[in-house]
C-alpha cells in the first residue's frame, strides 16, 4: 500500500492524546454514607469491573477511528508500480508497409489496426504516434482521426531498428516518466535481423498481426528478351509463395487499350511472353488479379522513341569500320582528322574516338578532359608511330599508367571479362574458352592496376581497359596489324561503349533504389526537368551536361506509374516507377523467443495489460467507510453499555 499525502501520517502521533486521557484520569470521588453497604459493596465492585472493559473498548474505537481519518486523507492506493504520481508516456510505431495490406480475420490488417487503435484508447489521451511516413507527437487519437483513417499504404519500408530509433524520438528526456512503445507490425522478413536490445528506461510492447493467408502472387519483372527489326518479345516474370494457381490471367496494356492477353499455372515461378511491334511508342502497364497484395499486381513499363547518340571520330587512318558499326538510325557519326577538328564539336557529342592518331596535342588533351568531366566518353586507340610523350600526357591526366616503348612481339588476346558491363547484358549465350584468338602484331606493353581490363593478353597485360568513362586500347586494330576487326567481338564492344556513353532509360525503376539515366536535350539556362503523373509533379535531382541531362532519383517519386518527363509544358519522353517487391513474400519474424518485451496479437490485449500494469487501486474511501462504522459501534457502546 502507497501514500498520495504520506507526509499527513506524521498525525497519527496524535493517537497518544486520547491514551493519556485514559491512563491519567483527574476527576475526584466524592463519598457517599448509607447505612447499609453490604449489598452496595456487591453492586460497587460489579460496576466498577463493567466500566473498565467499556472504557478500554471505547478507546480503541475512537484510536481506530482517528486513524482511519488519518490514513483516508493520507490517500492510500493500491498499484504493482509507484505511478500515482508518475506521468506517463505513450509512443505507437505503426507499419504502413505493403505487406500490411494482406488480409486479417477483420479485413486489411492495417486498417484494422486503425480501428482497434480508435476504439481502444481514449479520445483525450496523450501519445505520439509514428508511421513509415509520418510522425504525431504530443497529441490525442481525437486530434488524428481523421488522418489515421486516411492512413495510406508506403513503399518506404523502414527497418525495424530504424523504426524503434524513430519511434524513441517520441519520447521525452525526462527520466521520471513511464514510457510505453508500442510496436505495431506483421513482422515480416526482410534483409535486417530482428535484434531489438533491451532499454530499461522503455517498456516494449510488440503487436503482431497475423493474415489468415498467406499466399500471395507477383509480377516480378519484366524484360525483353528477344528483339528483331519487326518485333520485341517483353518477358513477364511471375512468382507465388503458395499454393499453385492455375489459369492466372495475365493482361498487357498501352494507354490503358487492351493489347494482349495470356494466362500461366505458376507453382512457385512462370513466365509470359507478349510480342509487340519493334520502334512502337508504348505507355504499358502488366496486371493481374490476386486478392490478397493489391500493390504487386501492376507493373509499368514505357518503351520511348530512341534517342540517337552523337559519336566523334577523330582519325589519321581508315574509319570505315566504325561508320558500319554506329548506322544512321541509332547514331549520329562524325568523322574529323586532327587538322581539320573543330573542338566546339565536344559541346554536342556523346562519344569521342581518338582514331590512330600520331600526335596528341595538350589543348586536344585539355579539351577531351574538359569533355569526359561533362559526362563524355573518349576511346583511345594508339598508332604504331605515335608520339609516346603526347600518349603517355594524355594517359596519366585520365589514370592510367603510361606505356612503355612499342613492343613488336605478337600477342593473342586471349581473356575477356565476361562481367564487364560491356558484355554482361545478352552479348555472350556462354562463356567461350576455345573462340579463335585475335592477335596484334605490336603493342603498347602496359602495367595497369588503377583501371578495369575489358580484353587481356596472354600474359595478363591489358589489350582494352577502362578508367570511369575513358577506354583504351593498348595496340593499334588496323588490319596491317592486328584481326581484332575480323571477328565479331568488335561490334558488341564499340557499340556498347556507345550506348553507355548516354545512359538511356530503362522500361522501368524502382522507388526506393538509386536509379539513374541520361536524357538527350540542351536546355535554357536555369531550366529544370520534372516528373508529372497527373496532379504529383516532382523535381528530381539533376545535372546539365553540355548536350544531356544526368537525372537521379531514389525515393521519389513516391508513387508508381508512368511519368511525363517536361521542359516547361513540352514532354521529353516517359518514365516508369514501379514499387519494390521485395514485401511480396509473405514470410514472417517467429516471435516466439523474444525475451525483451511483450508479445500480443491483438490490440486491445496490449492496452488493456498496460492498464492493468499501471492501475490504481485507491483506498481512501474504505477508511472513510471504516471510520464511520467505527463512529456507529462507539455511539452503540455509549447508549446501551452500561
Known amino acids: 500500500m502507497q501514500f498520495k499525502n504520506p507526509e499527513l501520517l506524521y498525525a497519527l502521533f496524535l493517537l497518544l492524546i486520547p491514551i493519556i486521557v485514559h491512563l491519567f ?31 478500554w473498548v ?17 490517500q492510500p492506493y493500491i498499484s504493482k508500480t509507484n505511478t500515482f504520481n508518475t506521468k506517463k508516456e505513450t509512443v ?47 497529441t490525442t487519437i481525437k486530434a488524428i482521426r481523421n488522418e489515421l483513417l486516411q492512413l495510406n499504404y508506403s513503399s518506404n519500408q523502414l527497418s525495424y531498428e530504424a523504426a524503434l530509433l524513430k519511434s524513441k524520438k517520441g519520447f521525452s528526456s525526462n527520466s521520471n516518466t513511464i514510457k510505453n512503445l508500442i510496436f505495431i507490425s506483421d513482422f515480416q522478413q526482410n534483409k535486417t535481423e530482428f535484434d531489438i536490445k533491451k532499454d530499461a ?5 510488440l503487436v503482431k498481426l497475423k493474415p489468415v493467408n498467406t499466399t500471395n502472387i507477383t509480377i516480378d519483372s519484366l524484360f525483353v528478351s528477344k528483339q528483331d527489326p519487326s518485333n520485341l518479345e517483353l518477358t513477364v516474370i511471375l512468382k507465388n509463395n503458395g499454393t499453385k494457381v492455375t489459369n492466372l490471367p495475365i493482361s498487357l496494356f498501352n494507354n490503358d487499350q487492351l493489347l494482349s492477353k495470356a494466362s500461366v499455372d ?29 500493390f504487386d499486381n501492376t507493373l509499368y513499363f514505357n518503351i520511348n522513341s530512341p534517342s540517337k547518340i552523337n559519336v566523334l571520330a577523330i582519325n589519321d587512318t581508315s574509319d570505315d569500320y566504325l561508320s558500319r558499326i554506329f548506322t544512321e538510325d541509332e547514331f549520329t557519326f562524325t568523322s574529323k582528322t586532327t587538322n581539320t577538328l573543330d573542338y566546339s564539336l565536344f559541346d554536342n557529342q556523346n562519344l569521342v574516338i581518338i582514331n590512330e592518331t600520331e ?32 600518349y603517355n600526357i594524355f594517359l596519366q591526366r585520365f589514370g592510367f599508367t603510361p606505356f612503355t616503348s612499342l613492343n613488336t612481339v605478337e600477342k593473342r588476346i586471349t581473356t575477356i571479362n565476361y562481367s564487364h558491363p560491356l558484355y554482361a547484358n545478352g552479348v555472350f549465350e556462354k562463356r567461350v574458352d576455345n573462340f579463335q584468338y585475335p592477335k596484334v602484331n605490336s603493342y603498347y606493353p602496359q602495367n595497369n592496376t588503377k583501371t578495369s581490363s575489358v580484353l587481356k593478353f596472354e600474359d595478363a597485360k591489358p589489350f582494352l581497359s577502362q578508367n570511369k568513362s575513358v577506354y583504351v586500347f593498348s595496340a593499334p586494330i ?21 550506348k553507355q556513353s548516354l545512359n538511356a532509360s530503362t522500361l522501368y525503376y524502382t522507388i526506393g533504389q538509386n536509379n539513374s539515366y541520361d536524357v538527350a536535350v540542351n536546355l535554357q539556362q536555369d531550366a529544370i526537368l520534372t516528373l508529372v503523373n497527373a496532379d504529383d509533379k516532382i523535381i528530381p535531382e539533376q545535372n546539365y551536361f553540355n548536350n544531356k541531362v544526368v537525372i537521379k532519383t531514389n525515393d521519389l517519386p513516391e508513387k508508381s ?15 516508369s516507377y514501379n514499387y519494390n517487391r521485395t514485401e511480396s513474400n509473405l514470410s514472417y519474424i517467429n516471435l516466439d523467443d523474444f525475451k525483451n518485451g511483450t508479445v500480443s496479437n491483438a490490440i486491445t490485449t496490449v492496452f488493456e495489460n498496460i492498464n492493468n500494469d499501471t492501475k490504481v487501486n485507491e483506498l481512501w474511501k474504505w477508511f472513510v467507510i471504516l471510520g464511520f462504522v467505527l463512529l456507529i459501534i462507539e455511539m452503540v457502546i455509549l447508549k446501551y453499555f452500561k
Not at 511519368?563 to 519522353?573: C, F, S
Open 58 to 74: 471505547i478507546l480503541l474505537t475512537r484510536l481506530l477511528l482517528l486513524a482511519a481519518l488519518i490514513i483516508a486523507f493520507a
Open 561 to 575: 506509374g508512368i511519368y511525363d518527363l517536361k521542359n516547361n509544358t513540352e514532354i521529353i519522353q516517359n518514365i
Open 478 to 498: 588496323n588490319k596491317a596489324n592486328s584481326n581484332f576487326k575480323n571477328i565479331n567481338l568488335i561490334v558488341p564492344t564499340f557499340y556498347n561503349i556507345a
Open 25 to 55: 484520569q483527574l476527576r475526584k470521588f466524592q463519598k457517599v454514607y448509607f447505612t447499609n453497604v453490604e449489598f452496595l459493596k456487591k453492586v460497587q465492585l460489579q460496576t466498577r469491573k463493567s466500566a473498565t472493559i467499556k472504557k
Open 266 to 294: 505458376i507453382n512457385g515461378k512462370a513466365s509470359a511472353v507478349f510480342t509487340i511491334p519493334t520502334n512502337q511508342i508504348i505507355k504499358g502497364k502488366i496486371t493481374i488479379e490476386d486478392t490478397q497484395l493489391q
Open 201 to 205: 528506461s522503455i517498456t516494449l510492447n
Open 359 to 390: 600526335t596528341l596535342p595538350e589543348n586536344l588533351t585539355t579539351a577531351l578532359k574538359a569533355f569526359t568531366d561533362k559526362g563524355g566518353s573518349v576511346v583511345f586507340i594508339p598508332s604504331l608511330k605515335g608520339n609516346l610523350t603526347d
Open 92 to 138: 505507437i510505431y505503426l507499419d504502413n508497409s505493403f505487406s500490411m495490406q494482406a488480409k486479417g480475420e477483420k479485413g486489411e490488417l492495417l486498417k484494422r489496426a486503425v480501428q482497434d487503435l480508435i476504439e481502444t484508447i481514449p479520445e483525450t489521451e496523450k501519445l505520439s504516434l509514428i508511421t513509415n511516413t509520418d510522425s504525431y507527437r504530443n
